[in-house]
């Protein structure tokens, strides 16, 4: 990012920083100002199986979706529709 487009972007990151999940440092809970329902109008329900993770990575997985049950940021869900979970590693800074 250019200097430029950082001088642009930072004033409104900054003034809405409360609304971005940053680490473990803030108690983002979401937001209930809007309500969706997604229409699928007749559309079967897609399921997709779960991919093959280690047992590391699957109390690791645990643990964060804990933390978001906790904070109230997710929800329990018993819907036919599924989608995988996830787990994307950082960048390392090297």
């Not at 979401?30 to 969706?36: E, S």
């Not at 997985?61 to 995988?84: A, R």
């Amino acid at each position: 990012m250019s200097s430029v487009e950082r001088k642009i972007i930072e004033p409104p990151l900054n003034n809405y920083a409360g609304i971005f999940q940053y680490g473990e440092y803030n108690d983002f809970k979401g937001t209930n100002v809007v309500v969706y329902k997604i229409e699928t109008g007749y559309a079967h329900p897609k399921r997709k199986a779960p991919h093959k993770t280690s047992f590391p990575l699957r109390k690791e997985m645990y643990v964060y979706v804990q933390k978001m049950l906790d904070k109230g940021v997710i929800s329990p869900n018993h819907s036919p529709c599924s989608s995988p979970v996830v787990l994307v590693p950082k960048k390392s800074e090297n």
